[in-house]
């Protein structure tokens, strides 16, 4: 579902990807980690056709990047760091206006905003809302149109417990329905749970890569210092 050989991304004299190789499979949920500064947004933007490649080759859903971006977004969903929402808008509103690009049903925006917890407070504008009902809002858009790709850049930023476990259920639903995702994240414990591979990033290049199901809360601290080091001598 995503290949990426060689990837270069250069900002001026910063080379921040240096000739990364990244792929993923069809239905698989890989949980990027990594410190900052590693390059796991820069990769991701590039993946949500955000971002030009300075070099390599990128490929998603069979889409070659960046010449068929405007056809790949259709089948995306992406959530960034920033919500992107319209403040003076309801969430129904912000969810009506991002679903007629796709002729969504109404019904289809009332169960989203049901699987967010925001049914209740769909009427209400949305620069009213907290952060974490915001982000909310931007994964439930990002679902809205039923992509085969989720990228999620740090989801769970400005959730509070609630609304974090709401988002894992969400996830754990989208990765049973055979959905691919890509979820960068600082919080490794969650992050293994929700995914089926953990790969750590590491100074612009996969540092390690294992199957989630091989790590344990104690093993997967073990891993990611030893991968970091490693990615730091390299």
Request: overall charge positive.
């Amino acid at each position: 579902m995503i290949q990426v050989k060689k990837l270069v991304k250069r900002f001026g004299p910063l080379t921040v990807l240096r000739e990364l190789d990244f792929k993923v499979s069809p239905g698989e949920f890989v949980a990027l980690l990594g410190p900052n500064g590693a390059g796991k947004t820069t990769l991701l933007r590039i993946l949500a056709t955000l971002s030009r490649p300075t070099s390599g080759l990128v490929r998603v859903a069979s889409f070659q990047l960046p010449q068929a971006g405007p056809e790949l977004r259709a089948h995306l969903g992406v959530v960034s760091h920033q919500p992107l929402l319209y403040g003076d808008l309801t969430a129904e509103e912000n969810l009506i206006f991002f679903g007629k690009l796709f002729s969504i049903r109404r019904k289809r925006i009332q169960e989203v905003l049901e699987l967010v917890g925001l049914a209740e407070r769909s009427q209400d504008l949305v620069r009213i809302y907290s952060r974490g009902m915001q982000q909310r809002l931007a994964i439930g858009r990002a679902i809205l149109h039923n992509p085969r790709i989720l990228l999620l850049d740090e989801p769970h930023t400005g959730l509070d417990q609630e609304a974090g476990e709401i988002l894992d259920r969400v996830l754990k639903d989208v990765a049973l329905e055979g959905r691919t995702v890509v979820m960068t994240s600082h919080d490794l414990v969650r992050a293994a749970n929700l995914a089926s591979r953990v790969d750590l990033l590491s100074r612009g290049k996969i540092a390690a890569s294992t199957p989630a199901r091989d790590l344990s809360s104690s093993d997967l601290v073990d891993f990611y210092r030893t991968a970091l080091r490693g990615g730091e001598r390299a």
